[in-house]
């Protein structure tokens, strides 16, 4: 596991600034350049750490694509990137995989208006990076066919994607947490639907969290929070919301840590005990959710294989493959102590 001195050391920063921007702390006065290292080390040392696990050799397209360039179209703007290191552990994988095969990549974020197709012009494929809109996709369809879905998995079959199974991750972790006794449950997050009408996608989390507590009789609509973005601040302020509540829910469920750390801060002002008065549970394990007091249970996604079976698909299709794959990534639940644990779990 890496630790926050690493990362420090790394950055040549204090242990103290690292902790403080792993844990969103909004009165630390420090630059954008600086902030952005931080967390983008955290990642990289998180990524290169056994945690990962050495794999295999993994054989490359068959032709040589030495010297080509790709385009990440991403569905986030630089700030909202920084402020969600999943999405930047989905880039560094791409870019990592771009790296080992010599292929340049460009970075297209997002803007208030489509980009002009010029800033693409060339490039041998892209691959869109998260949730994009009907026109963003047809528009990124109209540059270049050779495309690939990164971390958004709409029920089409027309592009290569690549994801993980999200209502499958959540019905698992509901199920261990059910099995360790927790009965009254909350959640924090986002239900939100596409609103694509040629590519539609769901927030399956939150909707698989809906379907499985209401199967048992046990979904509260008091405990059930929504924000229209998955962030440090949303979960602070539906945390306080649902705090207000007489009756609190023994666990919260978030989509993801960056809610979690934000549900943290709103329990730990309020004088609760994590998990002794409220257990939290997430998704996605960023690098801060290990340092987090205490450290947190969460659905480890694996972004950094998203983004390199990305580029990986996106080179078959240059090398001439010509049918469509869908390439579904496992998930891992992380027991930490931010709840109790099933008898048996690991």
């Keep these: 596991m890496v630790t926050i001195k690493e990362i420090a050391k790394a950055v040549g920063v204090s242990s103290a600034t690292v902790s403080r921007v792993l844990n969103y702390d909004a009165t630390l006065s420090i630059t954008e350049a600086k902030r952005q290292a931080i967390i983008e080390t955290a990642e990289a040392l998180n990524y290169l750490t056994p945690r990962n696990r050495p794999r295999p050799?993994?054989?490359?397209?068959?032709?040589d694509h030495t010297g080509a360039r790709i385009g990440i179209v991403h569905f986030l703007r630089p700030e909202d990137e920084l402020a969600d290191?999943?999405?930047i552990g989905v880039r560094m994988g791409i870019e990592a995989r771009a790296r080992a095969n010599r292929v340049e990549v460009q970075v297209i974020y997002r803007s208030t208006e489509l980009p002009p197709a010029e800033d693409l012009q060339g490039a041998a494929g892209i691959i869109a990076l998260g949730m994009h809109t009907?026109?963003?996709?047809d528009w990124v369809r109209h540059i270049n066919a050779n495309l690939v879905l990164a971390d958004f998995a709409p029920n089409i079959d027309l592009f290569d994607i690549v994801a993980c199974d999200l209502s499958f991750a959540m019905t698992r972790l509901l199920d261990q947490l059910y099995a360790a006794g927790y009965r009254r449950f909350g959640f924090l997050g986002d239900d939100r639907p596409s609103g694509n009408v040629l590519y539609p996608a769901?927030?399956?989390?939150?909707?698989?969290?809906?379907?499985?507590?209401?199967?048992?009789?046990?979904f509260n609509p008091a405990h059930y929070l929504l924000a229209e973005q998955l962030r440090f601040e949303s979960g602070y302020r539906l945390a306080?919301?649902?705090?207000?509540e007489a009756n609190l829910p023994?666990?919260?469920?978030t989509s993801n840590d960056n809610v979690a750390i934000g549900a943290y801060r709103a329990i730990?002002?309020?004088?609760?005990?994590?998990?002794?008065?409220?257990?939290?549970?997430?998704?996605?394990?960023?690098p801060a959710a290990q340092f987090l007091a205490p450290p947190l249970t969460t659905v480890r996604i694996p972004?950094?294989?998203?983004g390199e079976n990305a580029f990986d698909l996106l080179m078959e299709q240059l090398g001439g493959r010509d049918y469509v794959k869908r390439v579904t990534i496992a998930t891992e639940l992380i027991w930490r102590d931010s709840c109790r644990r099933p008898d048996g779990a690991a």
């Design 240 to 244: 306080c919301q649902m705090m207000a």
């Design 303 to 306: 972004a950094e294989r998203i």
């Design 134 to 137: 009907d026109a963003e996709i």
């Design 85 to 87: 290191p999943y999405y």
């Design 268 to 286: 730990q002002e309020r004088g609760l005990r994590i998990p002794t008065d409220i257990a939290v549970a997430s998704f996605n394990d960023i």
């Design 250 to 253: 023994e666990i919260v469920v």
């Design 57 to 63: 050799h993994r054989p490359q397209a068959s032709s």
């Design 202 to 218: 769901n927030e399956e989390r939150a909707k698989t969290f809906r379907e499985w507590t209401e199967k048992r009789d046990l």
